[in-house]
């Protein structure tokens, strides 16, 4: 029987992270939980603020037929007002109106849905290596080519000269992702202001238009930097945004697109957004989280707990002598490998019962990603397997 060869291939092929997730939940089978070390997931280790039970709540008390019956495709409007004034409080007067946001399933739905609203077949869409591996599946399946730039490979920061080179007059969107997984960084303002100059320039002289996908998932989980605000720096963005981190809601799934008023292709955008949620059959983002948003979205998310294990993560490994980038956001430690292999790093590491994710799931070598949304317990009961790693190197 012919079926879809692409997505049987996606499907075949797995999440190497999930498949290292999958094996540390049966290794602590076999062995008890306290003895592995999962660093693999990116599934929040604090739990929801205690305003979304009470809300959960509060929402029960409606009718049924009111609670869980469709909404509107882009989003209850009252919902939507509410985000929408949110920004505004945060980013500025005129940053968002209702009409300008698009609930949906989390990041994942906002960024497919931004993909197809934006690329025709045999268009190219540049992410910033290391990256989420899913990009490359929504960009594929979007018909376009994932184009690949390296990062600078000392600071992290988008290397913008890189990002000159590799634009094409097929290029129609960028995706950048900041607070950063798997790295950890925010991209400063002046990295931000050079991409957004190259970005004009390269349009002006090729006569095309270039998208700004801002993969916001993290936006709220930051240590002490500003997370700059991108439709200020440039014109042409999208924001894709998602509760799923910073209110601990992963598997609950919702989020938003935001056109920003500022984009020049509005108009043309609010609806291209809501054609692809429509032919990607969203139908809705689901309607009980609408309105716990509506509710939740000035609760500041608790970062205290992330902050406490990165100091011990980053105080262990450092005394160890690892090298790792400072992670300034989301909660990925990008620490290097003791070998130029990672992936020989990692069956080394993974003897010792330490599951970090090897680099080359995010486009890269020679580095390992060690999620740090755990508990704090495993990240000081791992330190004598780290030691042991780093001994058997001497
Ligand atoms: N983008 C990045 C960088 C992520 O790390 C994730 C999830 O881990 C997503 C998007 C998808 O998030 P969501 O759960 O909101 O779909």
Not at 8 to 32: C, D, L, N
Request: aromatic share 10%; net charge negative.
């Amino acid at each position: 029987m012919t079926i879809n060869e692409k997505n049987y291939a996606y499907g075949a092929s797995k999440s190497s992270i999930r498949e290292i997730a999958a094996y540390g939940a049966a290794r602590k089978a076999q062995i008890g939980a306290e003895n592995v070390f999962d660093f693999s997931l990116g599934n929040p280790s604090i739990p929801s603020p205690d305003a979304v039970r009470e809300s959960i709540e509060r929402s029960l008390q409606l009718p049924p037929t009111q609670l869980h019956s469709y909404t509107p495709a882009a989003g209850l409007t009252f919902v939507r007002e509410k985000l929408a004034a949110s920004l505004c409080r945060r980013y500025g007067e005129n940053t968002a109106a209702a009409d300008d946001l698009y609930l949906t399933c989390g990041a994942a739905a906002s960024l497919s849905i931004s993909f197809h609203a934006v690329v025709n077949p045999g268009d190219e869409v540049i992410v910033i290596a290391p990256y989420f591996p899913e990009y490359r599946v929504w960009i594929e399946t979007a018909g376009a080519t994932c184009i690949e730039v390296m990062a600078d490979s000392e600071t992290f920061q988008i290397d913008t000269e890189a990002v000159r080179v590799a634009v094409t007059p097929r290029t129609k969107a960028v995706v950048i992702n900041s607070p950063n997984n798997p790295v950890g960084s925010v991209y400063s303002a002046q990295n931000l202001a050079a991409l957004a100059d190259v970005l004009h320039e390269r349009e002006d002289a090729l006569g095309t238009a270039i998208y700004l996908v801002a993969d916001e998932p993290y936006r709220e989980i930051s240590y002490g930097v500003e997370v700059p605000w991108v439709p200020a720096i440039y014109d042409r963005t999208l924001v894709c945004y998602s509760y799923s981190k910073s209110l601990s809601l992963p598997g609950e799934r919702i989020g938003w697109v935001l056109v920003p008023p500022t984009n020049p292709d509005h108009d043309r955008l609010v609806y291209a957004i809501a054609g692809a949620g429509r032919s990607l059959g969203f139908v809705c983002a689901p309607a009980l989280f609408q309105r716990v948003v509506a509710d939740c979205c000035d609760v500041p998310s608790d970062v205290e707990a992330y902050t406490r294990n990165r100091e011990a993560l980053t105080r262990g490994l450092s005394e160890l002598g690892y090298h790792y980038i400072e992670p300034q956001g989301a909660f990925y430690l990008w620490v290097k490998a003791l070998e130029p292999d990672a992936n020989a790093f990692f069956e080394r590491a993974k003897a010792l019962e330490l599951l970090p994710v090897p680099s080359d799931s995010f486009g890269c070598t020679g580095w390992v990603r060690i999620g740090y949304c755990v508990s704090y317990e495993t990240i000081v009961n791992s330190m004598p397997a780290w030691k042991k790693l780093a001994e058997s190197y001497k």
